[in-house]
């Protein structure tokens, strides 16, 4: 079931919070601005109803803030070098926005906008049009999110976008987790496993340099579940550099296979990511630092599962290509499926 649930004007604009639940109580709450997810709402293994993803607790609070918060990222999820590109014999200036580059879209992605929004039976579609030249990217780029919730205590989100001209376009959502439901508490002791044997190297701006990095026999490997922290203190040069995990990880998908699971000892919440993308970005919250909401979020207090594309792929030729070809369509889908599992970890 899917309804409007809250309406505010924030300066002339109409800000919109829908509610998608399900028989079980298992829900979420999103808001046309930056199509983000303001609650995520998942029974515990006692029954009680935890609020899953960090965030503020009155929508309006999203509008103008700087963290990315639980937001639809575009036009191209991650970091691009230079905060530039060639394409088609021409180069192309972004927003520099971190550190001299370009980050999850520029200075007004598409977690700074407001989406028209409409309810389509069971989903939540919303859509947004991005200007030939927004944030310095070529082409007119028409871009449709939908959310759905099933029966299963799933949310899925599906992405289609088309663009006029050549243009870059790689979607996520940049939602962070905390499975507890407590988020005074970190993630460290959350367990992960990611599908996967090999991160895209990075410098020591975080810009990948075009090298895989093999994750065996290193604290980067999470092919067999361990918690968020065993080894996050590990003298590795890209621990170092990132402060904790904030790595692309090429993923071992095959139909039907999970990308990644997450799991907290205390609720017994489970989650699993399903995802036809290459590539997952697993961050562990390095860089919040105060920012108040639902609770003050301080390092590790969340962490995210990002699907994408190959980051800064348009400055790499051996990576899969990033460019979405004018009339060609762009598709994926994400799901995050929630379940209750007890493990050695309790």
Known sequence: MVKLIEEKNIKGKNLLCFELKNKNGFSAQIINYGGRIHKLIVPDINGVLRDVVIGFNEIETYVGSASYFNAIIGRTANRIGGAAFSLNGKKYQLYANDNGNSLHGGKIGFDSVFWDAEIDQDALVLRYVSADGEEGYPGKLTTEVRYRVSEENELAISYRAVSDADTLCS?????????????????????????????????????????????????????????????????????????????????????????????????????????????LQFYSGNFLNGTKGKAVFNKNCAFCLETQLYPNACNIPSFPTSVLKKGDVFTSETRYKFSLFRSEFL
């Not at 990611?194 to 190297?201: G, Q």
């Open 171 to 279: 979607l996520t959502n940049h939602a962070y987790f905390n499975l507890s439901g407590d988020f005074g508490n970190t993630i460290l002791n959350e367990c992960m496993r990611i599908r996967s044997d090999y991160i895209t190297a990075v410098d020591d701006k975080l810009i990948p340099t075009g090298a895989l990095y093999a994750v065996k026999d290193t604290p980067l490997d999470f092919n067999s579940m361990k918690t968020i922290g065993e080894e996050i203190a590990d003298d590795n040069e890209f621990l170092r550099i990132a402060g904790g995990y904030d790595f692309n990880y090429v993923l071992k998908n095959g139909e039907g296979a999970y990308a990644a699971k997450a799991f907290d000892p205390k609720t017994c919440i489970e989650m699993t990511v399903y995802t036809d993308m290459p590539c």
